[in-house]
């Protein structure tokens, strides 16, 4: 049973594009995340929801939107994709609003943006 | 605000060669602190964490102590293997407020046969 889904695991598209990923956790966690990892493999936080409910929202261009339709699922919408876009996306998930207890991932969505 | 070192990589090592990966952290409060492993193409997982001072999480043979005196919290396998071949990240949570893990920016390691 995978705690942490994503869909899809791979993604290429033109530019200009607009496309969406999927996350689901099947932990019973409250909160979920979007994290971007770049080419240098670093972490950057970009969202989280809280019971449907955003708490954080980093500096990100606003062309990300993440959804929430309920506190097991968190999509992350991209519209206009640039060149730039391209990185690993990763989904986590905790319990709480804290990362004290710390958070399980997801196994992350390559995206290539050409 | 919080914030993690770590090591640089690329670390080299010859199978059952001793590991350590240094990390140290600034925080205000009392984090937890983890090491997080990332196998190629796939995503991270929670290898182990400590949440208190002199707290020394273990798991698959690698260990580290969160060392409240010298801020630290430095990853150590007595014998490394060519499946630990992996970046490994050193992580920072936080009890208080709305708050992401803070992560170092990870550490590349070879195991070589």
């Known amino acids: 049973d995978t705690a942490v889904s994503q869909t899809p695991k791979y993604l290429v598209t033109q530019m200009g594009n607009d496309k969406s990923i999927k996350c689901e956790q099947n932990?019973?966690?409250?909160?979920m995340y979007w994290y971007k990892q770049d080419s240098k493999k670093f972490l950057k936080i970009m969202f989280s929801?809280?019971?449907?409910?955003?708490?954080i929202n980093e500096t990100v261009p606003n062309r990300f939107s993440p959804k929430s339709p309920d506190k097991a699922h968190l999509n992350l919408h991209i519209n206009s994709l640039e060149l730039g876009d391209s990185a690993v996306y990763f989904c986590?998930?905790?319990?709480?609003?804290?990362?004290?207890?710390?958070?399980?991932f997801g196994p992350g969505t390559r995206l290539t943006v050409l | 605000g919080d914030s993690v070192t770590q090591m640089e990589g690329p670390v080299t090592l010859s199978e059952e060669a001793f590991l350590t990966i240094n990390c140290t952290y600034t925080?205000?409060?009392?984090?937890?602190l983890f090491w997080y492993v990332q196998y190629p193409g796939e995503g991270l997982q929670l290898l182990l964490k400590?949440?208190?001072?002199?707290d020394k999480g273990s798991n698959k043979g690698f260990e580290a102590t969160y060392r409240k005196e010298t801020t630290s919290f430095h990853l150590e396998k007595g014998s490394v293997q060519v499946s630990d071949s992996a970046v490994y990240f050193c992580?920072?949570?936080?009890?208080?407020?709305?708050?992401?893990?803070?992560f170092g920016k990870g550490t590349r390691l070879s195991v070589i046969a």
């Open positions: 986590a998930s905790s319990q709480g609003r804290t990362s004290g207890y710390g958070q399980y």
């Open positions: 992580a920072l949570g936080d009890y208080s407020g709305n708050t992401p893990l803070v």
């Open positions: 932990l019973g966690h409250d909160t």
């Open positions: 929801y809280n019971n449907k409910e955003l708490i």
């Open positions: 400590a949440t208190k001072a002199d």
């Open positions: 925080a205000t409060g009392y984090p937890s």
